[in-house]
């Protein structure tokens, strides 16, 4: 941002050159009463902008020579510049996405999108504009999927941050149902998603479990750093049924079977998705 000289066809305006969170780089100003910008140039660009200009490849402004910025009393920023400011909104205070939203368009940020269907990880822009939960976010794709088709430019996605991974995440429908209904976290990084639905996961890591088993805890590989990753059900928190009464003579009752599986990430070894980007 700075002030700087540009001409327009056959004539010239002192303007001011920063980036509009919608439009992108601009300059706004007052066309000049000569070929060198006057105080009273100064005081209309600073006090009445009367032209908006934006700024592309051959449209640029020549930036002022600090000399100049102070014979004509121009200050660092004009007050205009504060409608322009973005507000603060929670993905940009997030730590996990501290330097990585687009210089000139600080509401986009590059997310990675883990496709488990084809084995892919995409980097695709998203422009953030709704906080959805505490370090969660939802905006608008930017780009289109090579490899997924539902994933268009338009789309709404959900993106957070994570401990362990290289960057911003999108938050897939399995990544949200798997979430809901399980904790997982990695021993070493700290990672807490899994890419897969849960049920195929289990149901490809245990072939032989009975039929009805339930599984309660068991080990994979992190799909970040190829440790070992807890994976836990959550309590669904309803009211434990209270008992019925003993009836001696009642026929017996067909026991349902319950299986709690723990499984060294060493046997787990084959079912890494991928290893993230070196």
């Known amino acids: ?20 969170p919608q439009a992108g780089p601009s300059a ?5 009463r000569g070929g060198e910008p006057s105080r009273d ?17 051959g449209l640029r402004p020549v930036p002022l020579a600090a000399d100049e910025v102070q014979r004509l009393a121009l200050p660092v920023e004009p007050e205009w510049l504060s409608f322009f400011k973005p507000k603060q909104q929670g993905w940009h ?34 422009q953030l504009d709704r906080v959805a939960s505490e370090g969660t976010y939802e905006g608008t794709l930017l780009n289109t999927s090579h490899f997924e088709p539902t994933l268009t430019q338009g789309t709404r ?19 949200q149902a798997n979430a809901a209904g399980w904790t997982s976290v990695c021993q070493s990084c700290g990672f807490d998603a899994l890419f897969e639905p849960v049920q195929a996961l289990v149901a490809r890591t245990f072939p032989d479990a009975p039929p009805g ?14 440790e070992t990753m807890l994976v836990g059900k959550r309590e669904t928190g309803a009211p434990t049924p209270e008992p019925e009464p003993e009836v001696v003579a009642a026929p017996a009752k067909k026991n349902t079977v319950l299986v709690v599986v ?12 991928w290893q993230l980007l070196d």
């Open 41 to 57: 140039d100064a005081e209309d660009a600073v006090r009445r902008p009367s032209l908006t200009v934006r700024l592309g490849p």
């Open 93 to 126: 205070v997030d730590p996990f996405f501290a330097g990585r939203f687009h210089p000139e368009y600080p509401s986009d940020l590059e997310v990675l999108f883990f496709l488990p269907a084809s084995q892919k990880v995409e980097q695709m822009w998203v």
């Open 213 to 226: 088993a339930e599984m309660l805890n068991f080990t994979t590989r992190c799909p970040m750093c190829n």
């Open 262 to 273: 723990a499984v060294t990430a060493a046997a787990l070894g084959a079912l890494v998705l």
């Open 1 to 20: 941002m700075a002030w700087g000289r540009i001409r327009l066809q056959d004539q010239f305006a002192l303007v001011f050159s920063y980036v509009d």
């Open 28 to 32: 706004k100003g007052a066309p000049m």
């Open 157 to 175: 996605v959900t993106v957070r941050g994570a401990k362990g991974a290289k960057g911003p995440l999108w938050v897939s429908p399995s990544m």
